[in-house]
């Protein structure tokens, strides 16, 4: 008879233990991203200037701190493409572009930290997050899309989902292997423009 191997928990966020609680987070957070994503729980702790058993009140592990980074980066996500699509100056295609910048170019972390978020960090950790962030994303986007395009398709939110996956398939494949990469600047363009087909159906 075989054995189902034990399912991998994700580590919960940080629990508030005192008053001011979410300062030391975000200095903890601060530093692990600083530090990169080497760093001990030893150094973490020195660069965030608390204590070490402070620190484990909050996060018993690495894994952890990654975890909550993870989170962080899809709740920012969603802040850009909402302060995007509050801008009155873009046109379609310049959203597209600017939508995808902000995917490609990622939350300021360095190659090999988000390189460790997308693969170390298993897909169950990070499924509580993101399914939501996505949902809203994507909400927003196909809001945003209907409003402006100049004859939104009637399927428009099948072509915003497989949109957004052309952009995370891009991202994750750049992450993965960046010597294979084309620069920047030239997969911002072919993604942009093979996005913005895909929502209208236009060359």
């Known amino acids: 008879m075989s054995r189902k191997r034990p399912v991998i928990q994700e580590p919960p966020p940080p629990a508030a233990h005192r008053t001011d609680s979410e300062a030391i987070v975000e ?7 600083e530090l990169g994503p080497q760093a001990t729980l030893a150094s973490i702790a020195e660069r965030a200037g608390v204590g ?3 620190l484990h009140r909050y996060f018993p592990s690495t894994a952890a701190i990654f975890a909550e980074v993870s989170r962080q980066t899809y709740r920012q996500l969603l802040q850009q493409v909402r302060e995007l699509t509050s801008r009155s ?15 490609l170019a990622g939350p300021g972390l360095s190659l090999e930290h988000r390189r460790r978020l997308n ?8 499924l509580p997050t993101v399914e939501p962030v996505y949902r809203e994303v994507l909400d ?10 100049p004859d939104p398709p009637p399927d428009l939110e099948a072509r915003v989902f497989v949109a957004f996956g052309i952009v995370r398939g891009a991202v994750l494949l750049s992450l993965l292997f960046p010597a294979l990469a084309p620069p920047m600047e030239t997969t911002l363009g072919i993604v942009s423009a093979t996005v913005y087909r895909t929502l209208t159906g236009n060359q």
């Open 27 to 33: 200095a903890v957070i601060g530093a692990a991203i």
């Open 52 to 54: 070490t058993a402070s």
């Open 89 to 103: 100056d873009l046109d379609p295609r310049e959203m597209v572009e600017a939508v995808c910048r902000v995917a």
């Open 119 to 126: 693969t170390e960090i298993p897909l169950g950790w990070a």
């Open 140 to 149: 927003e986007l196909v809001r945003w899309a209907k409003a402006h395009l």
